[in-house]
């Protein structure tokens, strides 16, 4: 039997993937149904967030170095892979916040149209995800930098790596519906 | 296996009578557009080009189409003796096929909510033989004629001083507004506020001085009238045939 | 079984847990019964709210044209009263009927996550509190229970009371999906040893799979809200035709969390049915595994039938087609459900206790409820009913009739085991006829509005026969209803006060919560029963007497 606290992250997952779909989906509806194709291939920069997706998925590589060094006794090394995920964490919600200033300049914003509406609504709910996952990560490596006595439980590590592989996986769709579709 | 048998009859049954009631348009277009507003309705027949409010006249006998629009909200078209119901959905026009068989006087309602006064946003159809039908849409067509008397000629001035004009419509003066209801022929209808009175003289300078006391929350707000002057508009309305 | 072990011989009732005492060990509860007593006293304060609010209503309806109360108070009162029963009456209630029994009926000694257990019911709570906070700043919820954009747009709705809604359904829904994960966790990791899947009682069974319901339902509710808040707030056009945005796309991310919802308002009715009947039968219940398959159906139907709350809006006959047959075709496991429990009674020794007589009026009102609603997805039936009184008369059959009745007999049967004291069984009958009589002649009637042309959700009407009358008598009736709930009220007081012992298993149930004593200890068991079957309980009578495990 599934270990419990693993089992109620998954279930966790299901339910916000549920979210997530739908906001998804909100924003297909409206790039199928108006002019969105060409306000994405004008507002965004798809080489620039390209780069920083690159670095959310890396950061789910090296979460998972960092699982797989602890299952092997090494616990400074998962340590530092920990805090390399956070940075890359981090990189990717800078990367996000720069192109979000970006748009704001241009006067795109949640109200501008319905590319702004969709966009900075499905986006920024990600990016809230992440945000929770990095604070997340960061209580993982301070609990274990505090020694032994603290250190985080296997099933406290499990569950907080499927949630950002969950996250990360979560961004693969929304970089492909949002930035790739624009130019399909 | 005989529960899925009974089901699969009842759809057959459904999507025959959804065709018998409510066929395909093609490329037939709407007899009346129904434009449903914050509690009442427009109807602009493109055909004639008639243009009124809250009293719907079609002739009997025929399959009339419906188109079913919103300005505001969703609203929706029911009379439940002619036929479906269909949602009036801003910026998502419906149709809906009546076929009124007998003349008389059909009541109806609005049947989505659609704020403060969707229980008095009444619709009432008027179905005619085809030839009273013709004639009630000439006479819809003429310009009414100047007021006369002295209470309707002050009637006309205070609706064109006191901001009516704004909101409504009369062919052949000023008021080209189209907030509210177009006035051009309100003295023909049988009620007023969209069914919530009877269209008599008193109701009428009632409704004038203070809407709000018998259509709360309506649109229309309360002019700060003196009975005399609501009197005079109303006379003035009233001639408006 | 009612042998009672020396160490709990000292409990019958409430004040003999002294975990009980004290309101701080009520706040800072993480016990799962403590926990569901929470949830069901404050499910029954906010009934008698939205009791009120509906009293209220009935009185402005009572005669054509009436001047009782503005358009603008009924219009925050319906939507209120809807808002109430369904979010802060219902799901709690049922809610705290799971998480109380869920781990007694599994053997276990608390949920998996005790901790997020509590979570769940304070923000319930709070999102209550917050919802009725609105009333006092600017105005409560005026757009009906559902919320139809474009009404809930800031300008045409420009007080915060929509605002209010969205964000305390937010805040319930949040502890709503956390007992759902608690839920299904608990049934999957903590059952005792011997209790397969296939061993566990009904109850449980529907309480899993609504669980899965909840999680997967809710976010859709979640979704819309989050999307109305940006229009209102941040001035987005999710919903504004006006910028491109589409009025529909609100009624479809609704409804896609709506119908699910009714299933998960009604399964835990079918839960404590399939408990309740055998019991009072004296019989096993007919038909176990269709009980559970019919369930697994409709959970799944229950994500396919959305658009038949949107038969009127205008959309293309192919999907008006699809949706007609699954909701014709949901109707089956829930009449398969219907034929198992009048089969369990068939031939059994039966009992009309209270309780008993709850269950077989559900098995009448939920079905009179469930051939209104049916009857909607013949649709041209619908485009004539929809929106109308007959939908009112619908949805009170089937929750009112049909859930809330199930209740009464969950309530009447397990009061025994939570208080350790019977509720009377006499002011239980003048109860359970008072609200047949009540129930019926306020609702039946509005079948027969809705043909005359009865809109929902009107203020008034003008005086047109048959209406002042159908309205009038419905209105009557109202205050029969009300009146059981206050003899309910009156039982339930005075059986806590001077109510007869109940023992363990006053009732000769066969389930594990009857194997401890009532109240249950704080650990639940002193030790739980071995289960090699259905029935743990008659199986260990039976096995004394030489029956097969």
Same mark, same amino acid.
């Given at each position: ?184 | ?8 009859? $009842? ?41 009124? =409010? ?64 969707? #229980? ?20 819809? $067509?003429r310009v009414p004629a100047k007021p006369s008397g002295v209470e309707a000629e002050r009637g006309a001035q205070?609706f064109e ?9 009369i062919a052949g003066t000023k008021a ?8 051009t022929?309100?003295g ?45 508009? =109303?006379i003035y309305l009233?001639s408006l045939k | ?5 020396? =160490? ?52 402005? $309806? ?45 053997? #276990? ?60 359904? $937010? ?125 697994? #159906? ?13 038969? =009127? ?237």
């Open positions: 039997m599934m270990e419990r606290n693993k089992m109620g992250m998954i279930l966790f997952l299901l339910s916000e993937a549920m979210f997530l779909l739908l906001l998804i989906l909100a924003y297909a509806f409206y790039h199928t149904s108006g002019e969105l194709g060409k306000q994405v291939a004008n507002a965004l920069n798809v080489v620039k967030s390209a780069l920083f997706s690159v670095a959310l998925l890396s950061s789910s590589v090296t979460l998972w170095q960092a699982d797989v060094c602890l299952k092997s006794g090494g616990r400074p090394q998962a340590r530092l892979w920990l805090a390399v995920t956070i940075l890359l964490g981090f990189i990717f919600l800078v990367g996000q916040g720069t192109e979000y200033a970006h748009l704001l300049r241009e006067h795109v914003t949640i109200s501008r149209n319905l590319f702004g509406t969709t966009f900075f609504t499905l986006t920024g709910f990600h990016g809230l995800h992440v945000a929770v996952g990095l604070a997340l990560l960061l209580i993982l490596l301070g609990l274990a930098a505090l020694g032994s006595e603290w250190e985080p439980t296997p099933p406290a590590m499990e569950a907080i790596s499927l949630y950002w592989h969950f996250v990360d996986g979560v961004w693969v769709v929304i970089f492909a519906v949002v930035y790739l579709w624009g130019y399909v | 296996m005989i529960p899925s048998l009974i089901v699969v009859v $009842l759809l057959a049954l459904t999507a025959r009578t959804m065709h018998l009631v409510n066929p395909p348009v093609g490329i037939r277009t709407p007899n009346v557009i129904v434009t449903a507003h914050q509690w009442w309705w427009a109807y602009h027949y493109p055909q004639s080009g008639v243009v009124t =409010a809250n009293e719907l006249h079609m002739p009997v006998g025929s399959n009339w189409l419906l188109g079913i629009e919103s300005a505001d909200v969703i609203h929706d078209f029911w009379v439940p003796d002619l036929g479906a119901k269909m949602d009036a959905i801003p910026g998502h026009p419906n149709v809906l096929w009546i076929q009124p068989r007998q003349a008389g006087t059909y009541l109806g309602t609005c049947a989505e909510y659609c704020g403060c006064e969707h #229980a008095l946003m009444g619709i009432r159809v008027i179905v005619q033989p085809p030839e009273e039908f013709e004639a009630w849409q000439q006479s819809q $067509l205070l001083e006191r901001t009516c004009m704004n909101c409504h419509t080209k507004g189209t907030v509210g209801p177009d006035l022929h309100v023909d209808r049988q009620t007023l506020g969209s069914g919530a009175i009877l269209n008599t003289l008193d109701q009428l300078t009632n409704w004038i001085m203070d809407p709000q006391t018998i259509k709360p929350g309506c649109n229309m707000p309360s002019l700060k009238l003196t009975e005399s002057q609501a009197h005079d508009i =109303a009233e | 079984m009612s042998e009672e072990s020396p =160490a709990n011989q000292a409990i019958n009732s409430l004040a003999d847990i002294k975990e009980y005492r004290g309101m701080l060990s009520w706040i800072t509860s993480v016990d799962h019964k403590q926990i569901g007593i929470m949830y069901i006293v404050s499910s029954f304060i906010f009934f008698l709210v939205g009791l009120g609010l509906a009293l209220a209503m009935r009185i402005q $309806l009572m005669v054509p044209v009436s001047h009782f109360m503005s358009p603008g108070t009924y219009n925050q009162i319906f939507t209120m009263h809807g808002t109430t029963m369904v979010f802060l009456m219902a799901m709690p209630l049922l809610f705290g009927f799971s998480v109380y029994f869920v781990p007694l009926m599994i053997g #276990a000694r608390d949920m998996a996550f005790p901790r997020l257990n509590a979570l769940g019911y304070w923000l319930y709570l709070f999102g209550a509190l917050m919802m009725y906070f609105s009333f006092v700043a600017g105005g409560a919820p005026d757009a009906g229970w559902f919320s139809y954009a474009p009404l809930t747009e800031r300008g045409y709705s420009s007080s915060l009371g929509i605002d209010y809604w969205a964000l305390s359904l $937010l805040v319930m829904g949040a502890g709503s999906v956390a007992t759902g994960i608690n839920l299904i966790v608990t049934v999957l990791t903590l059952r005792t040893p011997g209790m397969t899947l296939t061993r566990t009682p009904l109850f449980v069974w529907m309480i899993f799979f609504n669980a899965f319901l909840v999680i997967l339902a809710l976010p859709a509710l979640n979704a819309a809200l989050v999307m109305i808040l940006a229009d209102r707030q941040l001035n987005a056009h999710f919903f504004s035709p006006a910028h491109g945005g589409s009025a529909l796309l609100w009624q479809n991310y609704f409804w896609l969390f709506g119908h699910p919802e009714v299933y998960i308002l009604v399964l835990p009715a079918f839960g404590v049915i399939s408990e309740v009947i055998p019991v009072f039968s004296r019989k096993v219940i007919y038909g176990y595994g269709f009980l559970a398959a019919s369930t697994v #159906a409709i959970a799944f139907l229950s994500y396919g039938v959305w658009i038949h709350h949107m038969f =009127a809006t205008g959309m293309s006959y192919v999907i008006l087609y699809v949706f007609a047959g699954s909701s014709m075709l949901i109707a089956i496991p829930t009449g398969i459900k219907i034929f198992n429990w009048i089969a369990t009674m068939w031939g059994g020794s039966i009992r009309f206790t209270t309780a008993m007589l709850f269950a077989t009026a559900f098995l009448i009102q939920f079905t009179v409820g469930g051939l209104s609603g049916v009857a909607f997805a013949a649709i041209p039936i619908d485009w004539q009913l929809t929106d109308s009184y007959f939908v009112v008369a619908h949805i009170h059959y089937v929750l009112l009739g049909g859930t809330l009745f199930a209740m009464f007999a969950g309530i009447y049967y397990w009061f025994p085991k939570v208080t350790g004291r019977m509720l009377s069984e006499k002011i239980g009958k003048l109860h359970f006829w008072l609200m047949v009589l009540g129930f019926n002649g306020t609702f039946f009637g509005m079948h027969l509005l809705g043909v005359a042309g009865m809109p929902r959700r009107a203020y008034t009407y003008l005086d047109r026969p048959p209406l002042g009358t159908l309205h009038l008598i419905s209105s009557l009736f109202a205050f029969v209803l009300a009146l059981a709930i206050f003899v309910f009220l009156w039982n339930v007081v005075r059986s806590l006060r001077k109510g007869e012992v109940a023992g363990d298993n006053p009732w000769g149930g066969w389930t594990l919560e009857w194997a401890t004593t009532s109240p249950p200890p704080m650990e639940n068991f002193a030790q739980v029963p071995p289960v090699h079957g259905r029935r743990p309980l008659w199986d260990l009578a039976h096995k004394k007497e030489g029956g097969q495990p």
